[in-house]
């Protein structure tokens, strides 16, 4: 099993960023990939960025260049910067592992709000 707590979501204006923090109960050496998701209300779940560790990450079209993925290893911690953050961004963000055997754990889900 893996429990995954995500913090640093809120509120920002267009234009400015944010860093979410999703940290592991496990080490993320036992775990295969991380990722982010995220839903807006109304519409469906969708892929924001995925990691595989050994792997090349993989961002969606909409975040290229604006979003970024890192890790520290010590804590058990990976993150996702948002920069240029635009009101289409506005959604819950969910933390993602995924871990051999196979198995799927989701955060908590964290709100960000880009609103002037």
């Known amino acids: 099993q893996v429990q995954l707590v995500e913090s640093g979501g809120g509120l920002v204006q267009p234009g400015g960023s944010l860093r979410l923090s999703c940290a592991a109960s496990?080490?993320?050496?036992?775990?295969?990939?991380m990722g982010w998701y995220r839903q807006a209300p109304g519409k469906q779940r969708e892929l924001v960025a995925l990691m595989p560790f050994g792997g090349i990450t993989a961002y969606a079209d909409s975040v290229k260049g604006r979003f970024t993925i890192s890790v520290d290893n010590a804590l058990n911690t990976v993150y996702l910067q948002m920069n240029s953050l635009k009101p289409e961004d506005t959604a819950v963000y969910y933390c993602?592992?995924?871990?051999?055997?196979?198995?799927?754990?989701w955060g908590q889900g964290t709100q960000v709000t880009v609103s002037s």
């Open positions: 993602y592992a995924t871990i051999f055997g196979p198995r799927d754990f």
């Open positions: 496990r080490s993320i050496f036992s775990i295969n990939a």
